[in-house]
């Protein structure tokens, strides 16, 4: 008796560039959720249904979109276009994954600015943020169970909270110094990092058999643009930083350094290199720049705007945007303040963005070579224990402005402690947030009914 031979599955169409362009906009508009959600939904639609990705190879794309400064689920996204259709596929597939989420937080951020100071307004908003302390201690708790996994990285994560909250810290001095202290310990002791610097990033082989596109197109050596040219990684430097950086160089030969448009350029330009970890990690330090160094919002509109981008599609770090927003609306100076509202949150997202492609087109013809890179995995791993600590003087930070009434600053001694006023404390945002808590840990209540039903809850208890 003759024995069938197992059928081998069927290699799947190479996708036209229309064709994935479709699929991009659907993860746009679909991409809600957060960073988790939205890398959940790529590897269900790349990965699980149409095998245009190997698990292996988007595994290993995530990792390297998780060494960079940025939002991971966008450069993760762009990465995969650029590896299907070139600079053209990462273009329509990092946009599309920005473009719906940033017109409905421009409008967002206009109808706040207009009428966020409107009664019912306010209550709505007492209860959304309570929802925003409650998903970020969840996000707090869930990078910690996976970040923390020595002694030393427990330290790190530490040793961030206190300089960032006790010293107030500058956000980038504490990721390159938690960098620097990770290719150390490396070097010098290598068991401190609890095998984190294996260089794998948690990317295991995964046995798959069933062919995908860009596998059998690297087989045929289809993917020209994939390899590593010299020539090729000068021109993106030449084309891609001064898109990048020469506005912000305008702006500030043209107005100044003192203009709101250089400081949203030249701030958030900033913020762009040094932005590991997502949202979460930075907002705290633009929180602490935008309100007590440029004094363009205050610290209840910043927990509102969290709110709003965590309604919106795509990544957190919209956020900035609204920023950038409401900066120029307060200072438009002969504009009309909308129209120079629209423009802060157009040049916040062009110098937030921008960079994105810059690092997926310069960095991507090497990332191969950065598998099994232990220094480099030490690194990424001891600021990820830093982003820990970080994103808890978050939590810390918003729960002080949510819960009391007053906050009183102390600073003796280099120190620069926010302390409550304990007779300020404010029942109603308690019972909020320790509900909201409970919602999101307990009983893994999604990010939209959360958001929708505290708002609900503050409205009604405003009315108490």
């Given at each position: 008796m003759q024995i069938a031979e197992p059928k081998q599955a069927e290699l799947p169409q190479v996708p036209s560039f229309a064709t994935a362009f479709a699929l991009w906009a659907r993860i746009g508009?679909?991409?809600?959720?957060?960073?988790?959600?939205?890398?959940?939904?790529?590897?269900?639609?790349?990965?699980?249904?149409?095998?245009?990705?190997s698990d292996s190879r988007f595994l290993h794309a995530l990792n390297y979109c998780m060494l960079l400064p940025g939002p991971e689920a966008q450069q993760?996204?762009?990465?995969?276009?650029?590896?299907?259709?070139?600079?053209?596929?990462?273009?329509?597939?990092?946009?599309?994954?920005?473009?719906?989420?940033?017109a409905l937080m421009l409008a967002l951020s206009t109808l706040y600015a207009l009428y966020g100071k409107l009664p019912l307004v306010t209550d709505i908003f007492f209860g959304i943020k309570a929802a925003v302390l409650a998903i970020v201690i969840g996000a707090v708790r869930r990078l910690a169970a996976r970040a923390l996994g020595s002694r030393f990285l427990l330290a790190i994560a530490a040793a961030a909270f206190f300089a960032i909250y006790g010293f107030a810290a500058p956000f980038p001095v504490i990721i390159i110094g938690a960098g620097l202290i990770g290719m150390a310990a490396h070097a010098m002791w290598p068991a401190a990092l609890a095998g984190a610097a294996s260089g794998q990033g948690g990317s295991?082989?995964?046995?798959?058999?069933?062919?995908?596109?860009?596998?059998?197109?690297?087989?045929?050596?289809?993917?020209?643009?994939?390899?590593?040219?010299?020539?090729?990684?000068?021109?993106?430097?030449?084309?891609?930083?001064?898109?990048?950086?020469?506005?912000?160089?305008?702006?500030?030969?043209?107005?100044?350094?003192?203009?709101v448009w250089t400081q949203i350029g030249g701030f958030f330009s900033l913020m762009a290199a040094v932005t590991f970890g997502g949202a979460y990690a930075v907002l705290a330090y633009v929180g602490q720049e935008a309100v007590n160094s440029f004094g363009w919002l205050n610290p209840g509109e910043m927990l509102d705007g969290l709110g709003l981008a965590e309604t919106t599609p795509g990544p957190l770090i919209l956020v900035l945007q609204y920023v950038g927003f409401l900066a120029a609306f307060r200072h438009p100076g002969s504009l009309d303040p909308v129209l120079?509202?629209?423009?802060?949150?157009?040049?916040?997202?062009?110098?937030?963005?921008?960079?994105?492609?810059?690092?997926?087109?310069?960095?991507?013809?090497?990332?191969?070579?950065?598998?099994?890179h232990?220094?480099?995995?030490?690194?990424?791993?001891?600021?990820?224990?830093?982003?820990?600590?970080?994103?808890?003087?978050?939590?810390?930070?918003?729960?002080?402005?949510?819960?009391?009434?007053?906050?009183?600053?102390?600073?003796?001694y280099g120190l620069h402690?926010?302390?409550?006023?304990?007779?300020?404390?404010?029942?109603?945002?308690?019972?909020?947030?320790?509900?909201?808590?409970?919602?999101?840990l307990r009983y893994k209540?999604?990010?939209?009914?959360?958001?929708?039903?505290?708002?609900?809850?503050?409205?009604?208890?405003s009315r108490i």
């Open positions: 508009f679909l991409s809600f959720g957060g960073p988790a959600g939205q890398i959940a939904l790529m590897h269900r639609l790349l990965v699980d249904e149409r095998r245009w990705i993760l996204a762009t990465y995969i276009g650029w590896l299907l259709h070139g600079k053209r596929g990462g273009l329509a597939a990092g946009l599309l994954f920005v473009l719906p989420g940033a295991a082989q995964t046995g798959e058999t069933a062919p995908s596109v860009i596998d059998a197109l690297f087989a045929e050596g289809r993917l020209e643009h994939t390899r590593p040219s010299g020539a090729r990684a000068l021109l993106t430097l030449l084309i891609w930083l001064p898109l990048w950086l020469g506005p912000v160089f305008l702006l500030w030969s043209w107005l100044g350094g003192a203009s120079a509202g629209a423009l802060g949150a157009l040049l916040t997202l062009w110098v937030t963005f921008t960079p994105c492609f810059f690092w997926i087109f310069l960095g991507g013809p090497y990332v191969e070579r950065l598998r099994g232990r220094a480099l995995a030490a690194a990424l791993s001891a600021i990820t224990a830093a982003v820990v600590g970080v994103m808890l003087n978050l939590a810390v930070w918003f729960a002080l402005h949510i819960l009391f009434g007053r906050v009183a600053v102390i600073s003796d402690l926010n302390v409550p006023v304990v007779e300020t404390v404010d029942w109603r945002a308690l019972l909020l947030a320790s509900a909201a808590l409970l919602a999101t209540i999604g990010v939209l009914p959360l958001l929708a039903s505290s708002a609900a809850a503050g409205f009604i208890l």
